[in-house]
């Protein structure tokens, strides 16, 4: 439990996996709180409300980890998750790796529907002025940081965002 200065204002917060349950220490999953002094709910929007208010807690949409002094540490937004296969890939991961890149200026990932996967990983990307690569190269990068099940499937070069 984390507490505020004063008792009259005490918060719980938690991390939660996607079935409701509180994960271990250290362990991703979304932030949620309660208290006396959370929202009861979003101004004339009950079905917003019912999505963020469950059981009591406030599911926040944001993604962390709490480590054994109680910090909190936030990982990204659970609501730009890509589902692929059953399995979670958070994008900005996926963007560092990408990012990491020389010839990359900027990078943003984005879900792509796919009739065997659910969705894929779909990378668009920057090049940086007066630097070559193509989408090979790209690829044979993310394969040396990130598992196969989060590699961008698809890539495509743009201009800017």
């Given amino acids: 439990m984390c507490s505020m200065a004063s008792t009259d204002l005490s918060v719980d917060i938690k991390i939660f996996d996607d079935a409701g349950k509180e994960v271990a220490q250290g362990r991703v999953g979304e932030i ?3 208290g006396w002094v959370v929202t009861d709910g979003y101004f004339k929007d009950p079905e917003t409300t019912k999505e963020a208010i469950r059981n009591g807690w406030f599911h926040t949409g944001d993604l962390g980890r ?3 002094d109680g ?3 936030l990982t990204g937004r659970k609501k730009r998750m890509v589902i692929t296969s059953g399995f979670n890939v958070y994008p900005r991961e996926v963007e560092i790796v990408l990012e990491m890149h020389p010839a ?3 990078a943003r990932v984005e879900s792509k529907e796919d009739m ?5 990983v779909k990378a668009l990307i920057v090049r940086k002025p007066g630097v070559e690569a193509d989408e090979k190269e790209i690829l044979r990068h993310c394969r040396a940081y990130l598992s196969s099940y989060k590699l961008p499937r698809e ?3 743009i ?3």
């Fill in 71 to 73: 910090y909190i540490f």
């Fill in 32 to 34: 949620v709180c309660r």
């Fill in 159 to 161: 201009s800017n965002f």
């Fill in 155 to 157: 890539v495509e070069f």
């Fill in 66 to 68: 709490m480590d054994a």
């Fill in 116 to 120: 065997m996967r659910g969705e894929i």
């Fill in 104 to 106: 990359v200026a900027a």
